[in-house]
């Protein structure tokens, strides 16, 4: 292969591209990266030896994998392993949705950390978040403009929330929202068991254009605490789970609903 897209690319660029594929799948290959990014093997094993002196990974034969995954701790990780599968598909679905350019807001849900994880190699992307965990690992791509909505911190959730985030959300403005919550129904909409959650996402959701529910089946025709946005209110429902038909079913003629395989 000829290293035709070396010159146009410049060499910080390609290795924050290289990570990005790491942090998506864990480990990849000399052969299927150079491929994917259209530069020589010989390109990719010179820059898979550069970042492991910067301790960013760990060669290993043909290949590379992360040294120390972005990947939190505590109650948070907990959560992720939840119905991890489900989340993944979703956030696959949810991905293709997010073009380079886009302005999107992401909560801070373990299905909305799915997705981050998997638009890491987007191009001028601006990401709006009250999550903690997400734009700590968004963070380290330069091509991704991380704006956090700063407020109280919620330790448990990792997730900011309180006036302060509300009057910074004043400001701001996305193209595409994408929202978890405890549950859904037609009756609430999406709903929250946490007030300051609830109240937070619900000025999420009055800064975007679309609001994308992004929630696994269990979680349809469930009902919390708080409301934060009506039914009439989403564009979109992205689910998955061995019932998600059956359960998304009742909103089919509102929105709509993409069952994520």
């Known amino acids: 292969m000829t290293d035709h ?47 492991e002196r910067e301790g960013m990974l760990r060669r290993i034969w043909g290949g590379a994998v992360l040294d120390r995954p972005l990947w939190p701790e505590g109650s948070f990780a907990s959560r992720l392993k939840v119905r991890a599968e489900e989340k993944e598909r979703i956030a696959r679905a949810a991905a293709r949705l997010i073009n380079d350019g886009d302005t999107v807001m992401l909560d801070a849900s373990t299905t909305a950390y799915a997705i981050a994880r998997q638009i ?8 709006i978040t009250n999550g903690m965990h997400l734009a700590l690992s968004l963070g380290a791509h330069p091509s991704i403009t991380t704006i ?7 330790g448990d959730t990792g997730s900011l929330t309180g006036t302060l985030a509300e009057e910074m959300l004043q400001r701001l403005h996305a193209d595409k929202g994408f929202f978890s919550a405890r549950g859904l129904t037609l009756a609430k909409g999406l709903t929250e068991s946490s007030i300051p ?5 619900a000025a999420m959701v009055r800064h975007v254009d679309q609001v994308i529910a992004v929630l696994d089946s269990t979680k349809l025709g469930v009902s919390s605490l708080t ?7 989403i564009r979109q429902l992205i689910t998955a789970g061995p019932d998600a038909a059956e359960q998304s079913a009742p909103f089919g003629d509102l929105f709509p609903v993409m069952i994520a395989g």
């Open 5 to 51: 897209s070396t010159d146009a690319l410049p060499p910080e660029v390609r290795r924050d591209q290289i990570m990005a594929l790491l942090q998506r799948h864990g480990q990849i290959s000399v052969k299927w990266c150079a491929e994917q990014l259209g530069v020589s093997e010989v390109t990719i094993r010179s820059d898979f030896a550069l970042l």
């Open 197 to 201: 959650e609830g109240l937070l996402k």
């Open 227 to 233: 409301s934060f946005c009506p039914v009439e209110a």
């Open 148 to 154: 956090v909505i700063g407020g109280q911190v919620r």
């Open 120 to 127: 890491a190699d987007r191009r001028n992307l601006t990401v």
